[in-house]
Structure formats: structure tokens, C-alpha cells
């Protein structure tokens, strides 16, 4: 294969690899130049045309490829009004020409992951894979015509989708806020809920890359790469699809892409990766739990020497983490009867949303684990009051109403905040978990309107830049925050620490010449200080969110910058809210 990303410490950078593909392609895979692409206007044309025009270019070795996965916008073309491509272009333009900052997501922060001027010259060369350009005859999609296209092109080229993404270095979700013709939305949040989409991207990060990032494309004005723990939350099995049909298809997929990827790791002896993608294989391809294994099953399967060396291991993946992600309460009783630490820390695993100083209690109450493992680990005299070195507690990431349940019975605290970050437990429900999950916090008496520390935010406007993106239930959310009196004028008041970090982003936003060409790490702190839950939504382009927080009485007032939503909204590229925000304003 070609060049592709390889995480480094300060960026990303292009190195050769050379793996057997796991995937056919039973279609050649044709691309289009991003040179080509940049200087091409309005609606796409389809494959046959760019064809015809000599547009198209078959893949080899040695391209720089570029996998743009998206949401068709009706059902015969994927973009009748040219939307989605016009954001393509800018972004293009504005990645190449550095204006674009692409770093890491604000809650992996600060893992200072950025494109160097290397990966921006590999893509200003690149080529570019978009299915209506390179798969022949695609037309909407009905029940019954995949066993009649099965010998045509079009189902070749279809079927060989997981080999294409394979060959891509680079994997593009071009998400923006749009309109499909139907009148529904269409943004990151119903990207994510597609199943056809999270086969595309389950293929990618189950691939033979060294590096599977995902960056997500929000506007022409704002990308950054993908949190790492999305894609095992968000399943294959539990995704929408057109045609119900597919799910059968896509999961089988699903399951080769993964056993082959574990057979890669344990025949490479990466035995993290391998004992973390075995524990978490039954929830990932929706099967069965089945029973708890004994103890010669588990060290065989998780290649554990003996029951000394699963509780004395050093690496990442222990044997305690190893019982915990496959939700063994048994083994994990097992273990620590043997001396197993249940007040363990983890460590090594940040690229898979698990930061290091995290406790085993964390790690079980984050991956969403039965709540009758979180009581077993309580039982062994797990530590509920533990915190990580930036503040968080296992309250702050409960997935599950159950969840509250347990944590209350062993007195957990579900109020004071995380330091020094000054955030709730609320607000991490708000952000990461359940509406089911929130509502139990909020009857427990969580306060939808805590004292402003560290980072100054509550749960309405972390709901709105950390949730609204992602989440196909932020609305609801909302409506339930403002029913227990969730304030939707209260402002964002950054304190200690914070308050210095945002006045050292608006020195440099002053030097450098505005926030114009920064990241949004960069922009979300200059516009925090005085940023109100209608702020925040424009900030993210959410008009629904807009819409709830207007007609609750929201005001239209700046932020401590001077920046009304209209503009950051404008700042941000979402012009999708401008007509909204000024009806309001006038």
C-alpha cells in the first residue's frame, strides 16, 4: 500500500506500510485528484460522465488516497444541490493552505495530535474516493436488488467498499449541517447512526493501519479528529439502515473485519489491542455474553502463562482489565481472591478513550458493564471516591440509570465537582450517557446549575459544544434539563487556572491575527468566558438546540469577547443558523 497517518507526538505524520489486505475488491477502485475536485462546481456528476471526461483514476500502490464517507442528501443522488461538496472543497483548500487546523477532539485534549505540513502535501496531492464518483449505476437502493445486480458492476463495486476503505490512507467523515430532501437533518449525529456509515468506518479502523484516525468535517471551517471511544459505542448491529436487508450483510462483514484484525494482533504479539478487542467482541458484534469462563479458558483465550502472570501483569491490558471489559463478574471475583488489585490504575491505553491514572472501577462504569459488576467491584472494596490526576470519579461517567442506583447505595458523591476541571458528575452524564441516566441523576437531586469552577460550564452548555454534535437525543435532553430548571442564560465563567489558559488563547488569537484560521480548541476558549447555552449552540451550528433555547426565553446576548451567536455561528462556518439567529436578533 501507499503512504498513510501515523500518530506522532505533535502530529501526524505520512509513513510507508506494507500489509496483506484483508478485503477484496472486485472493482477496480477509481478516484478522482483533489486538484480536480477543487476546481469542479455545483451538483456532482456521476461515474459515468467523470469516465467519459477522463476524470477518473484507477488506484495503485504509491496514491495518496483519501476515503470521504457521508450521508446521501435524497434518494437518487448523494448531493442534488452540491452542498456537502462546496464544504469539501473549502476544507481542502483551507487544510492545504493551513488555514484549517485539525487537531485532536476537545475531549481528548491535550493529546496535541495536528497535521504537519507533510500530511497537508500528501493531500494536496491525494486523490479522493466519493461513491457517486467511482461506483457505476449507483441508483437508490430497494429491497430485492442486491440478488439482481449481483453480477453487475454496481454490486461489485458495492461489495467492495470494505476493500476500498482498506486502501485509503486517510478516512474523511464530511458531515455539515444539511438537509436531506425528505426535510430531515443530516449532520454528524445521523452520520453516526447510519449502519452503512459505521460499516465504512469500522472497516477503516479495523484495517491493517498503523494509524486509524477518523477526522470529522464540520464545516469548511471546522474539522478534528474523531474521539476514540465513538466507535464502540456505536455498534454495526445497532445502526440504522434503508434497507433492513443489509444489517445481515454488514454484520458478517463486521465479524471478518474483527476476527481478522484480532489473528493480525495475536500473530504480531500485540497482545493489548488483541485482549481488549477479545473482551469486547461479543458487545461489538451484539452477541450473547455467554457464560463466564473457568479459569484455564481465560488464560488460554487472553494467553495469560498462568494465574500469577494474569495478576502480575504489567502491560496495559491485565488480567483484571481483561475480566472487567468482557464483563466477567466471576473472574473477576476469581482475581482478586488471588490478589488482583482492584484499586489498580490504568495506563497506555489514551488511544482508546481510557486515560492513564483512570481506576478499574472508572474503566468498568465507562464501558457501560453491567451494574452488577460495577457492586461486585465495590464489594472487593473498589475505591468509589478515587479520582484521576485531572479530578474524575467513576460518578462522573456512569452510563446507566442502574448505574446511579449502585453508586448512591455505596455513597458515592454525585455532586461536588471534578477539580481542578470544576465540572459535575451531571454534566459527564449530560455529555457521554443516557437520557434515562441524566433523569435519575437530576431526581437524585444532581444540580442542573452548579457553582461556575475550573472550566465554568454546567451540564446545559456542555450538553450543547460536547454532546449536540454526536447525539441523535440532545434535543430531549435539553427539554429535560429546562424542566428541572436548567438556567438558559447562565454564563460561562472560566476560574483559577482556566481563567489564565483562556486569556494566554485570546493573547495569541491577538497576535496571530484572530481565530479566523485557529482550531476550535482555540476558538471554544477566546469565546468561552461570557458564552451562554445559545451561544454554544450556534458555536456548533445545532438549530434544533437553538430553536428549544429561544423559545425558553433565551437572550441574545455576547459573549465577554463581544461575539453574538450570529457571529459565531458565521465564525464556524454554520450559515445553516444565520437566518434563525438574525430573525431573533432583529
Known amino acids: 500500500m501507499g503512504a498513510h497517518f501515523a500518530l506522532c507526538s505533535q502530529h501526524v505524520a505520512v509513513e510507508p506500510l506494507h500489509v496483506e489486505p484483508i478485503h477484496q475488491r472486485l472493482y477496480p477502485m477509481y478516484l478522482v485528484k483533489v486538484s480536480d475536485l477543487l476546481q469542479m462546481r455545483g451538483a456532482p456528476e456521476p461515474h459515468e460522465k467523470l469516465k467519459m471526461q477522463g476524470v477518473l483514476h484507477e488506484w495503485h500502490p504509491g496514491m495518496f488516497t483519501i476515503f470521504v464517507s457521508h450521508q446521501w442528501l435524497s434518494a437518487s443522488h448523494p448531493d442534488p444541490d452540491g452542498k456537502q461538496l462546496a464544504v469539501l472543497r473549502e476544507a481542502f483548500e483551507r487544510i492545504i493552505t493551513k488555514q484549517l487546523q485539525v487537531e485532536e477532539d476537545l475531549v481528548s485534549f491535550p493529546v496535541f495530535k495536528s497535521l504537519s505540513k507533510r500530511d497537508r502535501d500528501a493531500i494536496a496531492g491525494g486523490f479522493v474516493f466519493f461513491d457517486w464518483f467511482a461506483i457505476p449505476q449507483l441508483t437508490a437502493r430497494v429491497a430485492g436488488i442486491n440478488?439482481?445486480?449481483?453480477?453487475?458492476?454496481?454490486?461489485?463495486?458495492?461489495?467492495?467498499?470494505?476493500?476500498?476503505?482498506?486502501?485509503?490512507?486517510?478516512?474523511?467523515?464530511?458531515?455539515?449541517?444539511?438537509?436531506?430532501?425528505?426535510?430531515?437533518?443530516?449532520?454528524?449525529?445521523?452520520?453516526?447512526?447510519?449502519?452503512?456509515?459505521?460499516?465504512?468506518?469500522?472497516?477503516?479502523?479495523?484495517?491493517?493501519?498503523?494509524?486509524?484516525?477518523?477526522?470529522?468535517?464540520?464545516?469548511?471551517?471546522?474539522?478534528?479528529?474523531?474521539?476514540?471511544?465513538?466507535?464502540?459505542?456505536?455498534?454495526?448491529?445497532?445502526?440504522?439502515?434503508?434497507?433492513?436487508?443489509?444489517?445481515?450483510?454488514?454484520?458478517?462483514?463486521?465479524?471478518?473485519?474483527?476476527?481478522?484484525?484480532?489473528?493480525?494482533?495475536?500473530?504480531?504479539?500485540?497482545?493489548?489491542?488483541?485482549?481488549?478487542?477479545?473482551?469486547?467482541?461479543?458487545?461489538?458484534?451484539a452477541q450473547d455474553l455467554g457464560h463466564s469462563r473457568d479459569m484455564k479458558e481465560f488464560l488460554i483465550d487472553f494467553c495469560f502463562d498462568s494465574l500469577e502472570d494474569a495478576v502480575k501483569e504489567q502491560t496495559p491490558m491485565t488480567g483484571m482489565l481483561c475480566a472487567i471489559f468482557a464483563g466477567d463478574v466471576q473472574m473477576v471475583q476469581r482475581l482478586v481472591e488471588c490478589r488482583a488489585d482492584v484499586n489498580a490504575r490504568m495506563k497506555g491505553l489514551n488511544h482508546l478513550g481510557y486515560s492513564d491514572t483512570q481506576t478499574l472501577l472508572i474503566a468498568a462504569t465507562k464501558s457501560n458493564q453491567k451494574a452488577e459488576l460495577l457492586q461486585a467491584l465495590i464489594d472487593l472494596k473498589g475505591d468509589v471516591h478515587a479520582r484521576t490526576r485531572v479530578g474524575l470519579n467513576c460518578s462522573f461517567v456512569v452510563r446507566s440509570a442502574e448505574h446511579v442506583e449502585v453508586l448512591l447505595r455505596a455513597r458515592a458523591d454525585l455532586l461536588s465537582e471534578c477539580l481542578p476541571m470544576g465540572l459535575t458528575p451531571l454534566t459527564g452524564a449530560v455529555v457521554w450517557s443516557t437520557h434515562e441516566t441524566v433523569l435519575a441523576m437530576l431526581e437524585a437531586r444532581c444540580d442542573p446549575n452548579p457553582p461556575h469552577r475550573g472550566v465554568g460550564y454546567g451540564p446545559l452548555l456542555g450538553l450543547t459544544f460536547l454532546r449536540a454534535r454526536m447525539s441523535l437525543d440532545s434535543a430531549q435532553l435539553a427539554m429535560t434539563l429546562l424542566r428541572f430548571r436548567a438556567d438558559v442564560n447562565a454564563k460561562a465563567t472560566p476560574a483559577d487556572s482556566f481563567r489564565f489558559i483562556v486569556k494566554a488563547a485570546n493573547l495569541h488569537a491577538a497576535i496571530m491575527g484572530g481565530l479566523e484560521d485557529s482550531s476550535i480548541l482555540k476558538r471554544l476558549l477566546v469565546s468561552l468566558p461570557g458564552l451562554t447555552p445559545l451561544g454554544g449552540a450556534a458555536f456548533v451550528g445545532n438549530e434544533a438546540l437553538a430553536k428549544i433555547f429561544l423559545q425558553h426565553d433565551a437572550e441574545i446576548t455576547p459573549n465577554d469577547h463581544g461575539e453574538l451567536p450570529e457571529d459565531l455561528a458565521r465564525l464556524n462556518g454554520h450559515v445553516n443558523l444565520l437566518e434563525l439567529l438574525q430573525t431573533f436578533t432583529v
Request: one cysteine or more; hydrophobic letters at 40%.
Open 147 to 285: 440478488e439482481d445486480l449481483q453480477r453487475s458492476d454496481a454490486a461489485k463495486a458495492v461489495q467492495s467498499i470494505p476493500g476500498y476503505v482498506e486502501a485509503a490512507d486517510l478516512f474523511l467523515a464530511l458531515v455539515p449541517e444539511t438537509l436531506h430532501s425528505n426535510g430531515s437533518p443530516c449532520n454528524y449525529a445521523t452520520w453516526l447512526s447510519r449502519g452503512w456509515c459505521r460499516a465504512e468506518w469500522w472497516c477503516h479502523l479495523l484495517s491493517n493501519k498503523m494509524d486509524p484516525s477518523v477526522i470529522i468535517i464540520y464545516s469548511a471551517k471546522e474539522a478534528e479528529f474523531m474521539f476514540p471511544l465513538n466507535w464502540q459505542q456505536h455498534t454495526v448491529s445497532t445502526g440504522h439502515f434503508t434497507v433492513e436487508s443489509d444489517r445481515e450483510v454488514v454484520m458478517k462483514l463486521s465479524e471478518k473485519a474483527l476476527e481478522n484484525k484480532m489473528q493480525l494482533l495475536h500473530r504480531t504479539g500485540d497482545l493489548r489491542m488483541y485482549r481488549y478487542l477479545l473482551a469486547h467482541r461479543p458487545r461489538l458484534l
